[in-house]
């Protein structure tokens, strides 16, 4: 279900064997397989528990998308290897939304070089590989050696963590775009905006329906933004977990 009456009053957080658990009243939750819902971080526990205790009088499941990614970490319901989730991951480089760029108009064409182009040099400095672009249908040739050095960087990652990236990949259609707003390079903010960047520029052409739009946008940074944070708190950094809990 998408909506639930609110069932409980408290919400707080215990330490488990497996890790820390959060606690609806007296009961522990549980994942969609009725496992026991463990997360690997205090800070990552706080992060879910909090989305529970913001709910109203109706828990809003589609809101609360740290809790989902915890449910698909621990259920793992396509049940996929690490390989898996890696590979799936760097395929998105082949279809990568900064990699596709018009001819026409050029307005539009201009935009996408002045735009897209800085994450794209970023991110061949970054990671020492070559991606470039083009206007062709089958988009850019991208070098297997590239491929192959975003396989190795992915697999430093845990399970945990390569979920939530291919949650942000998924909601930005970009690679690129994922791994500069992981790596703190560029906003949540502007990572959405260039992964609108032609339906923006039609709406400043032509207007848009502004109900449907803001909310779109802001769903779409909500998105990517829980992403971000479950990459940070899953990854195996006492310093994000301590700044987090300071901040």
């Known amino acids: 279900p998408s909506e639930r009456k609110r069932f409980y009053q408290n919400v707080s957080i215990s330490q488990g064997e497996g890790g820390f658990e959060i606690n609806l009243d007296h009961r522990k939750l549980k994942t969609p397989q009725a496992k026991l819902f463990t997360v690997p971080s205090e800070a990552l526990a706080i992060a879910v528990a909090t989305e529970w205790d913001s709910q109203k009088d109706t828990i809003k499941f589609y809101t609360m998308h740290l809790t989902t990614l915890c449910n698909t970490a621990l259920d793992n319901p396509t049940q996929r290897n690490k390989m898996q989730l890696i590979r799936a991951a760097v395929k998105f480089l082949e279809t990568d939304t900064v990699c596709y760029r018009v001819e026409e108009p050029a307005a539009l064409a201009e935009l996408q070089k002045n735009e897209w182009d800085p994450v794209v040099a ?35 990652y845990n399970m945990w963590a390569l979920q939530g990236i291919e949650y942000v990949i998924t909601q930005l259609k970009s690679l690129i775009l994922s791994m500069g707003l992981i790596d703190r390079h560029i906003t949540v903010e502007k990572a959405v905006l260039l992964s609108r960047l032609e339906e923006e520029y039609q709406i400043q052409r032509w207007g848009n329906v502004e109900w449907a739009h803001d909310y779109d946008l802001c769903e779409l940074r909500a998105r990517a933004a829980a992403g971000t944070l479950f990459v940070h708190l899953c990854s195996e950094s006492s310093t994000v977990k301590h700044k987090l809990l300071q901040d």
Not at 128 to 151: C, D, Q, R, Y
Request: hydrophobic share 35%.
């Open 122 to 156: 970023w991110a061949e400095k970054r990671y020492n590989v070559a991606i470039g672009s083009s206007t062709s249908i089958l988009g850019p040739s991208i070098p297997a050696s590239t491929k192959e050095t975003f396989v190795s960087h992915l697999a430093s």
